[in-house]
């Protein structure tokens, strides 16, 4: 089921603002809507510095987007080693890496042909 695009800003907007809040880094929102044979409306990626960072940043996400977009993932995978954890949200897909395997894995150079969006948090 597709969600309007008001409630998929807030979903999003409410994601970053989670990453943000424990200091992820390297944030970016790719949006896939223009893709044939798309999984998702929205990637984001981002990354942290330890195993530890990575569980606070996938807490916060689900903290806050349960509170403000009231909603909650429909599947969250890697949480055994915080490596890279995955949280489906259906039309926004969010990845939280350790920085190596975010450089290992590269998952923005396998959609360069989204539109690609650098976030900035407003709070700094």
């Known amino acids: 089921m597709k969600k309007r695009s008001d409630e998929a800003d807030l979903l999003l ?9 424990k200091k992820g880094q390297n944030v970016l929102k790719i949006d896939l809507r223009k893709l044939e044979n798309r999984i ?12 530890t960072q ?3 940043i ?3 996400i689900d903290d806050i987007v349960r509170k403000e977009a009231e909603e909650k993932p429909l599947h ?6 915080c490596f890279w ?13 350790l920085e190596e395997y975010r450089s290992f894995y590269s998952l923005e150079s396998l959609w360069a042909d989204a539109r690609i969006e ?7």
Not at 13 to 21: R, Y
């Open 13 to 21: 907007q409410s994601v970053i603002k989670g990453i943000f809040e």
């Open 54 to 56: 990575v569980s606070a």
């Open 40 to 51: 998702t409306d929205y990637f984001v990626i981002c990354h942290a510095a330890s195993g």
């Open 76 to 81: 969250i995978e890697g949480l055994d080693n």
């Open 58 to 60: 996938c807490d916060s």
């Open 118 to 124: 650098a976030m900035e948090d407003k709070l700094q």
């Open 85 to 97: 954890v995955l949280l489906d949200y259906g039309n926004v897909i969010v990845h939280v890496f």
